[in-house]
């Protein structure tokens, strides 16, 4: 995907929105889930890039307990989470890696996988159909040059660059119920954590998920700001 020319990423926003729109307009549909996966230890099968949408009839167990988190944080402080979570990352500056007129992406303080990255408009919009065109073209460009440095993340013994294997998906507000405490967000991960090495989940992480890292998100933002140069 990193290759392709930001004409052709803005084609693929446009599609994002399109099908966010229609899909969310079929009677039973509660959430829409686009996504692009990449490399085999994904579990990815097609080399070329390509990606997927899934319109579910139930909101997914993810953005269930996204939905309760962010109940409550209205409910405390009559604030959006998301919202509250992106100004204190952009007020923080440690964790952020790449900031456009319209776009901000960060490591979250709270990363589960070995490399995250969280890209979301600096306006409030509940979903992709909602981005105005000056969005939709900051975000062409900013989605390719995030994707740039992912892949320079990993370097081989060799000196050459390790392409990252990541999944890449859009979380959107809900169709019906709490819609209003969604907040379009990306979030990019990826299960590599060192060349050649996985992330493997350990005991603890799969019976409790409570997630353990080997690294720190402020080692991994700095990084990626030092990729962009």
């Known amino acids: 995907m990193a290759a392709v020319s930001p004409t052709r990423m803005r084609t693929i926003i446009?599609?994002?929105?399109?099908?966010?729109?229609?899909?969310?307009?079929?009677?039973?549909?509660?959430?829409v889930f686009c996504f692009e996966n990449r490399g085999k230890e994904i579990g990815v099968t097609l080399p070329h890039p390509h990606g997927q949408v899934y319109a579910f009839p139930f909101?997914?167990?993810?953005?269930?307990?996204?939905?309760?988190?962010?109940?409550?944080?209205?409910?405390r402080t009559g604030r959006n989470l998301h919202r509250d979570i992106l100004d204190a990352e952009r007020k923080a500056g440690v964790r952020v890696?790449?900031?456009?007129?319209?776009w901000t992406a960060y490591v979250p303080a709270a990363s589960r996988w070995p490399v995250e990255v969280h890209l979301a408009p600096n306006r409030d919009v509940l979903d992709l159909p909602q981005l105005d065109?000056?969005?939709?073209?900051?975000?062409?460009t900013a989605y390719l040059e995030l994707l740039r440095r992912l892949d320079k993340f990993f370097v081989g013994p060799d000196g050459e660059q390790i392409p990252l294997p990541y999944i890449s998906g859009w979380h959107q507000a809900v169709v019906g119920e709490?819609?209003?405490?969604?907040?379009?967000?990306?979030?990019?991960?990826?299960?590599?954590?060192?060349?050649g090495k996985l992330k493997y989940l350990a005991g603890?992480?799969?019976?409790?998920?409570?997630?353990?890292?080997?690294?720190t998100p402020e080692r991994i933002a700095a990084r990626l700001q030092e990729v962009a140069r």
Do not use: C, K
């Not at 890696?97 to 319209?102: I, P």
């Not at 379009?184 to 060349?195: D, E, I, K, T």
């Open 59 to 75: 909101v997914t167990p993810r953005t269930q307990a996204m939905q309760r988190q962010a109940a409550a944080h209205h409910a």
């Open 14 to 31: 446009e599609a994002w929105a399109d099908r966010t729109r229609e899909l969310s307009a079929l009677p039973g549909i509660e959430q």
């Open 178 to 195: 709490g819609r209003e405490l969604g907040r379009l967000h990306l979030q990019v991960f990826s299960v590599l954590r060192a060349p």
């Open 97 to 102: 890696v790449l900031e456009t007129e319209h």
């Open 133 to 140: 065109d000056a969005e939709r073209d900051d975000l062409a």
């Open 204 to 215: 603890v992480e799969s019976g409790m998920a409570a997630w353990i890292s080997d690294t």
